[in-house]
């Protein structure tokens, strides 16, 4: 079993910024990846961003340039650093780890962005 704390949501202006962070604890060994999603109210979960265990990285097409998914030095860690946020990414974001067939998740981060 893996376990997920996610940290560092809250409340922002829009063009601000915000760094998510999750760790992860447990049996944590042969992860391929470790993503985020988020879920906006009243909207399916969406896949914001994933880096594999090799470092390879991708995002949805909202974010790129804007957001930036990084594992700490621990490789436990995963980060998602949100710059030049905007309304529309206002969500509950959840931390998602890979590991074999299966797939854990934390308990959710609220990211409210005000106009």
Known sequence: ???LVESGGGLVQAGGSLRLSCAASGSIFSISGMA???RAPGKQRELVAI????GSTNYATSVK???TISKGNAENTVYLQ???LKPE???VYYCNVLQG???YW???TQVTVSS
């Open 1 to 3: 079993q893996v376990q």
């Open 36 to 38: 985020w999603h988020r």
């Open 51 to 54: 880096i594999t265990n090799v």
């Open 65 to 67: 340039g804007r957001f």
């Open 82 to 84: 949100m710059n030049s």
């Open 89 to 91: 990414d206002t969500a």
């Open 101 to 103: 067939r299966n797939s």
């Open 106 to 108: 934390g308990q959710g």
